[in-house]
């Protein structure tokens, strides 16, 4: 029974392919698979955008959007219509091509990256031998799309945003694909199913999840971190700064465009998180040896959604960044520890098992951040500002 | 240790994200169409006419002077006087508005269409909703949309309103003391000259009684 349920959508599919010639059943096959990802994952963004407005408004000590449906429920569909209603305006001077091209560019490289995630057993889009790296691929194209839309549309404000985008974009993937690095050289493998697979045994109660390793747990957050800046959310927004540059390089974009870019970037938060998921969360697995009757595909989503909420909380918290702390924390803190965390993966691979594997491997981890974060913090110099031209 | 202030900050935003579900004195925020603040008794918004009694025809204190309508800064007041007279709310015989009115979206709420009324027949309300569909005639508000009892007017007015009330009824008791003082006066004078006629000599006794009987005018008789 438990099996049955587990891979309900499996055999769903498998009985729905019985009554497809076999000619036609490749094509079938994937379009199958590819629709519940077109389905799942966009209801997922307007149940996030609700989640996220109704947090954020407590927070703050508001209630939040209240007057759409029950508790604000058709909020996401109201906000839908409106920007379907809305004039589609495009700069007189503006790239045509390029400017109507970059959000469909990047929805479409968002939706890519959901070919390699398993969001079940047995459930995975295609299950690539080099899985990770295409899903690194995939998502660095995203920065594409931004340059495009921050470029073509021949705006001060978005050509900033844009660059702000691209620095802060490259400057972050470097710690997430090390941090990734660890993963992979723990696991022997670059498919993310197999990956899942080496995390979905367990000691006693406790499962084999890369987390709850001194590297993994650093990986974590460092993937974590870098991938809050990847998708350009709080604290690290400065290529859309409201406040600053009103909307970074999608301010000339207005109707369902933007509707789009805001889906894409969703999108590319909750691949993100799916992927964090499958390398150090165990996927689809159970925390617990005695909750794995609880279907797989439930974990998967259940883990998302604490990701998320996690997300609004940070974005709830924290104020932006300047650039040039955006820039040191990346380069000065993020990345050596990254480097660190590679080394210490390696030790903890050739060491034997056993409590002063784990001791050695805290150490190696906790000792570089003490060290790391009190020079981070001795370098701040606080003096008088000395103004030459505003005088 | 780099991070322990986001930990803080953290805590403090859960500790609100909490707090305001099991705490109702956190959320501050007023559910506008459904609940409203407290106004304040000075508030104004739109000018409205004030009735006495029942019938907002009889009763309306308006005497059509045209005062307001020239005073008014934006001119959103539009007065057509009538042909016949109505007693007013003092008692005298006065002309009263056939049409009165008021442009609210013009209007620029300044209160001194109320400064200026010798009557208290115009007043401001506390009204501030008006919303429609159809931004010029249902704006123009007419007489029997303006028109609002005396006991509205106290219900948001309540010490302005009693003292407006205090006046009208001073001048209400010397309108009548007047009418009393020149219906005797009359009375003594048709009198005399029946006994003058019928003496056929006195010097001038009209005069010294008018003198005796007047009463002193009281303050803010107006016009």
């Known amino acids: 029974m438990t099996q049955t ?28 698979s590819v629709i ?24 703050q000590n508001r209630l ?17 219509i409106k920007s379907l209603t809305k004039e589609d305006i495009v700069p007189l001077t503006a790239d045509h091509v390029v400017h109507f091209l970059a959000p469909l560019l990047l929805v479409a490289a968002a939706f890519l990256a959901y070919a390699v995630l398993p969001v079940g057993r047995n459930m995975v889009l295609v299950n690539l031998d080099a899985g990770v790296l295409f899903f690194f691929a995939v998502g660095s194209v995203v920065e594409l799309a931004v340059f495009m839309a921050g470029w073509s549309s021949r705006s001060k404000y978005s050509l900033l945003g844009a660059m702000r985008a691209i620095a802060q974009m490259i400057s972050y993937e470097v710690p997430l694909v090390l941090a990734t690095v660890a993963v992979i050289m723990q696991s022997g493998t670059l498919s993310t199913v197999e990956i899942v697979e080496r995390q979905a045994g367990y000691t006693g109660l406790l499962p084999h999840w890369y987390v709850f390793t001194p590297w993994g747990i650093l990986g974590f957050i460092l993937f974590m971190i870098a991938a809050t800046a990847e998708s350009n959310r709080s604290p690290f927004d400065l290529p859309e700064g409201e406040s600053e540059i009103i909307a970074g390089y999608y301010i000339e974009y207005s109707g369902f465009k933007f509707a789009l870019f805001f889906l894409g970037e969703y999108l590319g938060m909750f691949a993100t998180s799916g992927i964090a998921i499958t390398l150090f969360l165990g996927g689809w697995s159970a925390p617990l040896s005695v909750l794995t009757f609880i279907p797989s595909w439930i974990w998967f989503f259940a883990k998302l959604l604490v990701l998320i909420c996690i997300f609004i909380w940070i974005r709830g918290t924290l104020p932006r ?28 691979h050739f060491m034997a098992s056993g409590f002063v594997r784990w001791i050695a491997c805290a150490t190696l981890v906790i000792v570089p951040c003490v060290v790391l974060s009190a020079l981070l913090k001795r370098k701040k110099k606080l003096q008088l500002r000395t103004y030459s031209f505003a005088e | 240790m780099l991070g322990e202030g986001i930990i803080k900050g953290l805590a403090e935003t859960a500790r609100n994200f909490f707090g305001s579900y099991l705490t109702k004195e956190r959320l501050t925020t007023v559910q506008y169409p459904e609940e409203r603040l407290p106004q304040n008794e000075a508030f104004r918004n739109f000018p409205f006419l004030v009735f006495d009694g029942a019938d907002s025809e009889a009763g309306l204190r308006c005497v059509s002077c045209h005062i307001c309508e020239k005073e008014c800064p934006p001119k959103c007041i539009f007065i057509e006087k009538s042909k016949d007279k109505k007693p007013d709310a003092v008692g005298k015989p006065q002309f009263y508005p056939v049409v009165f009115d008021i442009d609210v979206s013009v ?44 006991d509205y007017y106290h219900q948001i007015h309540p010490t302005e309103a009693s003292a407006v009330d205090a006046a009208l009824a001073a001048e209400r008791e010397s309108a009548a003391a007047k009418a009393a003082a020149t219906a005797a006066a009359a009375a003594k004078t048709a009198a005399a000259k029946v006994s003058a006629e019928s003496r056929a000599v006195k010097a001038s006794p009209d005069s010294a009684v008018e003198s005796i009987t007047e009463p002193p005018l009281s303050g803010g008789d107006g016009l």
């Open chain 1, 5 to 32: 349920v587990d891979q309900i959508f499996v055999l769903g599919k498998h009985w729905l392919l019985e009554y497809v010639p076999i000619a036609a059943k490749p094509i079938v096959s994937a379009v199958l």
């Open chain 2, 107 to 150: 209007c620029m709420s300044c209160q001194i269409c109320v400064e200026v009324c010798p009557f208290d027949a115009i007043k401001m309300d506390v009204e501030y909703d008006y919303p429609t569909e159809d931004r010029f005639a249902a704006l123009l508000f007419n007489k029997h949309q303006l028109a609002k009892s005396n």
């Open chain 1, 321 to 348: 960044l300047r650039m040039d702390q955006l820039m040191s924390f990346a380069w000065e803190f993020i990345l050596p520890m990254a480097l660190i965390n590679m080394f210490v993966a390696g030790v903890w």
């Open chain 1, 36 to 59: 519940p990802i077109m389905v799942a994952f966009p209801l997922l963004f307007a149940i996030t955008t609700w989640l996220e407005r109704k947090g954020l408004g407590r927070m």
């Open chain 1, 64 to 80: 939040g959007p209240n007057r759409t449906g029950p508790m604000g429920l058709w909020q996401p569909i109201a906000d839908g």
